[in-house]
């Protein structure tokens, strides 16, 4: 075992990377880092550990537990299916930005006090932000810029959650808060932001597309999910958890329906699908807890494999539009592609047999158990949204769909590299083990788990929702795919607008500010620059005043510098402080002897 927090195995192993020489051990130590990082975490016995005094608190890098380890298994074994779907990129940088946000998200998982959790969820957002740069297009650098903006103004709220709370409590533990404080309001602010809860959630389709093909892959997985889980560490029972998780899964689930951009079309889905989680964490009973642990566990592997599928289309293609893909019969040329695919979608949308079955029904029941029924049939319609569009609509535009004669052909379409099918086929196997035998997920899961999904009423209720929706499709499928390109309207219009407004004024009547101020004072600013190489011009004005002649300042100042017409009098000041000093001396010594 390496006594290093996995964090720093990350961090560390990202930063040697770029010095290492020749392309194939690069790749052999990108793999080889998580593998470590598991050894590592396999070997951590439950406590306290990594303990560093700081100033006169007390930072814990290591608070190992069941909720914990949880979340860390999982975020290590996407990291390592991420890296092999992504190592064919021959762009370091991009491997470097993506260990340094696996990293920073340990951090945030063990850190046992604000002030580190504070500092590695900075890092997170920092470092996530290359992998929307690194795409390179100008449509990427101005979503990671707004990406970056709306995660400072998360950090900024957050910290100052932190510092009332420490300075009211003296106290720098990261437990459990009281909502009544103002303290505790802020920090769960901050929270709900990287948790993408409406309103505040439009960072996340706006950025989440415009990543990389591989970096969207990592950003699917850690920020929204360390978000849940600081939330289940700290806000675990919180009524306003269970309603805005409720309305984050059939708000994002509207969008998505609605959405003809792939990765967009996913992306509203995290939105929906953390929502489930967030709602599981409101409700706070152990089940609920579970089921929120679950989850995210689940769909951190069945979103990676979506994405990982869109992102494929993609790169063969070069479109992302369902428009632009729908009647060229890609299943033809992408059939492997196209099986993967479904495996996460059939997951997502709660299929029996696969694991989205197995979490999804565990949060929904505890709902149920809760005598929670409006929760419970919100959380049923956003299934039926998420089986509508992820399981139905999006194959079938993508890999199907009707010709009507206007479809041009994509030439040399074929299945992504190697690496790629393996890193799908790796997430797409976990999704059923995980739900033919989900033992093997409540093994890791916080408190000990009763529940059994594949009873009757389950799998006939779910299968129920499953072929209304089926039948539902079938009849509406000409009107869901129709539609033009469009940007769907949602909640960050309200800060583009702003940001607009503000650059307009800049532009126009601050910039005709300045221009007026600075005509104004232009002639008086060169008259003082003049001035200043002829320092002796004023004397001068008076001096030929007194003689009787006539000299304009002007006249004056327009004569070229010359600075031996300053050696002299400088050195005669010299002098003359020189004679001065000595001749006190004199004085004083006469007068103290």
Not at 162 to 176: D, E, H, K, L, Y
């Amino acid at each position: 075992m390496i006594n290093l927090p996995p964090a720093f195995i990350y961090i560390i192993g990202a930063l040697l990377i770029p010095l290492i020489r020749g392309r194939r051990l690069q790749q052999a130590v990108a793999l080889l880092i998580p593998v470590i990082a598991m050894a590592t975490l396999l070997q951590m016995p439950q406590g306290v550990y990594w303990q560093v005094q700081f100033l006169d608190y007390e930072l814990i890098l290591g608070r190992v537990d069941r909720l914990s380890l949880l979340f860390a298994y999982i975020f290590v074994i996407i990291s390592f299916i991420s890296m092999i779907y992504a190592i064919h990129i021959k762009e370091m940088g991009q491997h470097v930005a993506a260990y340094l946000y696996v990293g920073s998200t340990l951090g945030v998982v063990f850190a046992g006090d604000l002030f580190s959790l504070f500092f590695f969820w900075e890092i997170m957002a920092a470092a996530s932000v290359f992998l929307i740069w690194y795409n390179k297009t100008p449509t990427s650098l101005m979503a990671g810029f707004r990406y970056a903006m709306v995660h400072l103004f998360g950090g900024a709220i957050l910290l100052g959650g932190i510092v009332m709370q420490v300075s009211s409590t003296g106290s720098i533990a990261f437990n459990p808060f009281d909502l009544s404080t103002l303290a505790a309001k802020f920090i769960l602010f901050g929270f709900l932001i990287n948790a993408a809860v409406p309103p505040l959630h439009a960072w996340l389709p706006d950025a989440y597309p415009e990543g990389t093909i591989t970096g969207s892959v990592f950003m699917t997985a850690f920020t929204t999910k360390s978000a849940v889980y600081v939330l289940a560490r700290s806000f675990a029972g919180t009524e306003l958890l269970v309603w805005l998780g409720a309305i984050m899964a059939v708000y994002g689930v509207i969008y998505a329906i609605i959405e003809k951009d792939i990765r967009r079309l996913l992306s509203y889905h995290i939105v929906s699908q953390v929502g489930y989680m967030v709602c599981a964490v409101g409700l706070g009973s152990e089940m609920a807890l579970n089921g929120a642990g679950a989850h995210a566990f689940c769909h951190i592997i069945y979103k990676a494999v979506l994405f990982m599928g869109m992102g494929a289309v993609i790169q063969v293609t070069g479109r992302r539009n369902i428009l632009d893909l729908k009647g060229r019969n890609l299943y033809r040329q992408m059939p492997i592609t196209l099986v993967l695919y479904m495996v996460g979608a059939f997951s997502i949308s709660a299929v029996p047999l696969f694991n989205g079955f197995v979490s999804k029904t565990m949060i929904v029941a505890a709902a149920g158990y809760g005598h929670r029924p409006v929760i419970e049939l919100m959380l049923h319609l956003a299934s039926v949204g998420t089986f509508l569009s992820v399981g139905l609509k999006l194959p079938w535009g993508v890999w199907f769909g009707k010709a009507d004669g206007s479809e041009d052909e994509i030439a040399n379409v074929k299945e992504p590299p190697l690496n790629m099918q393996i890193g799908m086929g790796l997430g797409a196997l976990l999704c059923v083990i995980t739900g033919i035998f989900p033992q093997t997920l409540y093994k890791l899961l916080p408190y000990e788990v009763h529940f059994h999904p594949y009873t009757p009423s389950h799998v006939v209720a779910s299968l129920q929702l499953l072929l209304l929706t089926l039948a539902g499709f079938c009849l509406y499928i000409d009107k869901l795919m129709a539609g033009k390109k469009s940007i769907s309207l949602d909640t960050d219009w309200f800060y583009r607008i702003f940001g607009w407004t503000v650059l307009l004024f800049c532009r126009y009547p601050l910039n005709r500010f300045r221009n007026l101020v600075q005509l104004a004072f232009a002639d008086k600013i060169q008259i003082a620059a003049r001035l200043s190489k002829h320092p002796y011009a004023l004397l001068e004005i008076v001096w030929y005043a007194i003689i009787g002649q006539e000299k304009s300042m002007t006249e004056l100042l327009q004569r070229p510098y010359n600075e031996k017409d300053y050696r002299v009098p400088i050195g005669i000041g010299v002098c003359a402080s020189l004679i001065f000093l000595f001749l006190y001396a004199l004085i004083y010594m006469r007068v103290a002897g």
